[in-house]
């Protein structure tokens, strides 16, 4: 069950109209690494989580969590676009230059589809897509997309803090900055306690059927040994990296047999 507070969690209010922020902003709103895709990965996370409790249980607050971001950015952007000039264009384009300038950077989907509201999409207008978010069952690979996850997402949010000198969306990406520095470190944390239970390497137990001869080996598929110093010495999970000078072929060249007739392939010019 979730009940919806009508407060933020955190002030978004803008110090004046900006539409190009808007259109900015809705890269960590519908984008790939944006709070819509963290929000949806933690919940469904959550409800499929059949292990420990206490991890299904914080899943799930950081989820719930997200979707308050959700509706802060939401929010932001719906304020970011009062008062945008979006009648009579052309006249404006023709009377004020710097009236032109914000309309040539403004998303016109937030006049035309979302009247001058966020809109689930990113900051190009791509649609949101269920395909950004991950929910495999295993704790241990799902914490670890969700530290990739946290890292680009904070990524972003720094960069889009850089390009405004507004205070009031300053001050709420700031609070998303913090945010994400707390979620990356627990999402580590959990790592780390899971490896510890699980092994290094997701799934574990898995080594009596792989190719043990070239699970710690490194091929050295590019000119020079620049890499090796990185690979020498031992794997997070414990065994010896080894690097090797040169690839190795382990199969024969393939041919394939002919298609068909049917199949109308071209036919060898060389017999």
Do not use: C
Request: glycine residues 8%; negative net charge.
């Amino acid at each position: 069950m979730f009940i919806h507070k009508k407060e933020l969690q955190f002030q978004s209010k803008p110090d004046r109209p900006d539409p190009v922020m808007a259109r900015k902003l809705q890269e960590i709103l519908g984008g790939q690494w944006g709070e819509m895709s963290v929000m949806n990965m933690y919940l469904f996370q959550g409800w499929n989580a059949r292990g420990d409790q206490r991890y299904k249980d914080l899943v799930l607050d950081i989820g719930t969590e997200e979707i308050g971001h959700v509706e802060m950015i939401a929010t932001m952007i719906a304020r970011l676009l009062d008062d945008a000039p979006v009648n009579h264009k052309e006249a404006a384009y023709e009377s004020d230059p710097a009236i032109a300038a914000v309309m040539g950077g403004m998303d016109p989907q937030h006049a035309i589809v979302a009247g001058l509201g966020a809109t689930p999409r990113d900051s190009n207008g791509v649609p949101w897509s269920g395909a950004y978010i991950t929910a495999s069952g295993n704790l241990l690979a799902d914490v670890r997309l969700n530290l990739t996850a946290e890292s680009q997402g904070r990524l972003q949010v720094s960069r889009l803090y850089h390009m405004t000198d507004d205070k009031g969306v300053k001050d709420m990406l700031a609070f998303l900055l913090a945010r994400d520095t707390y979620h990356q470190n627990i999402w580590a944390k959990i790592a780390k306690d899971l490896e510890e239970k699980n092994g290094f390497v997701v799934p574990a137990n898995m080594g009596e059927f792989e190719v043990t001869d070239v699970n710690h080996i490194h091929y050295n598929f590019s000119e020079g040994d620049d890499s090796k110093s990185v690979v020498e010495g031992i794997a997070p999970d414990g065994e010896p990296f080894e690097y090797g000078d040169k690839p190795v072929a382990f199969a024969e060249k393939p041919i394939l047999n002919p298609g068909p007739p049917n199949m109308h392939a071209t036919k060898d010019a060389t017999k």
